[in-house]
């Protein structure tokens, strides 16, 4: 991979992340709806502009009808993981505070880099190491400026839950992107979750109408600006940079998070903040210039 390549598929894909932060601010503005319905509504509202997008994506060149196979197959396990990744955290924020779930779904590059050096043979370098350290001490520092605090036990626990989901998440989405275009790996996963979040919601008896219309524009721009155009965003990185280094940029929108909250909503910027985001940015630079080694031969 070209390094030119390297660098656009970071820089494209921290720009999907820091458009991540808007998803907090879309959840806020979309009560009364349910959790659920936030991810079903979240799905439905990206639909039409992922079929275009998947529509006029050009066909790739060299793809066989069994790699189209695969990466479809990815994608779809990349869906379920991340229903289950939205449903568990939205759960886990009503037995803890949204600090505290934010501040634990943020091990997620965490278990990306053990899954990946335990039985995908990957090969990160001690710098890597230092950049991910580094990033999980400023997500940490943010998270408790915000007013993360151990709980009940509960929340914790289906928060570090959602962490995991959200690992195998990037996983997946990164194994899809192998053999397909970002739009149609990210419709794949739309459809996949759609699909979930329907179920779900019936299972439960989640009204699925009668919100006002500040819900509605809210629920529509979490499908348009989070779903479609920053996911979309990370999508093409993962087909560039590592699924290791693409987990720690999305770390990101944490930042962005903090900033939007600023501004949207008067929520106050405390010094350690600034400390943390420091931190997490001096840590995806140092995990950028440390790309996986070659992998091992068998001998």
Request: net charge positive; hydrophobic share 55%.
């Amino acid at each position: 991979m070209k390094q030119s390549d390297h660098s656009t598929g970071l820089t494209v894909t921290v720009l999907g992340a820091a458009l991540l932060g808007f998803a907090g601010i879309f959840v806020k503005w979309s009560a009364p709806a349910s959790p659920v319905m936030v991810g079903f509504y979240r799905m439905v509202f990206a639909l039409p502009g992922l079929l275009i997008l998947a529509w006029r994506s050009p066909k790739r060149q060299g793809i066989t009808p069994e790699a189209t196979q695969r990466g479809t197959f990815w994608a779809i396990a990349a869906g379920l993981c991340f229903t289950g990744d939205l449903w568990t955290w939205h759960v886990s924020m009503r037995y803890t505070t949204v600090a505290n779930a934010t501040l634990l779904v943020g091990l997620a590059p965490l278990w990306v880099a053990l899954i990946s050096v335990a039985f995908m043979s990957v090969r990160l370098r001690k710098r890597f190491w230092g950049g991910l350290v580094l990033a999980l001490a400023g997500a940490m520092v943010l998270g408790f400026a915000k007013g993360a605090r151990w709980g009940t036990g509960l929340g914790e626990l289906l928060g570090a839950i959602a962490s995991v989901w959200y690992a195998i998440f990037t996983l997946a989405i990164g194994k899809a992107r192998v053999h397909l275009s970002a739009p149609n790996a990210l419709l794949w996963v739309v459809l996949t979750c759609l699909v979930g979040f329907g179920f779900i919601g019936m299972a439960q008896g989640n009204a699925f109408s009668g919100f006002p219309p500040q819900a509605w524009l809210a629920l529509a721009g979490l499908g348009l600006v989070v779903q479609v155009l920053a996911w979309w965003f990370i999508t093409w990185g993962l087909g560039h940079i590592s699924s290791s280094l693409a987990s720690i940029g999305l770390l990101t929108q944490a930042i962005t998070t903090v900033l939007l909250g600023w501004v949207l909503l008067s929520e106050p910027v405390k010094p350690l903040q600034g400390i943390g985001a420091g931190l997490m940015l001096a840590g995806i630079a140092m995990a950028a210039l440390a790309p996986p080694m070659p992998k091992l031969k068998a001998q």
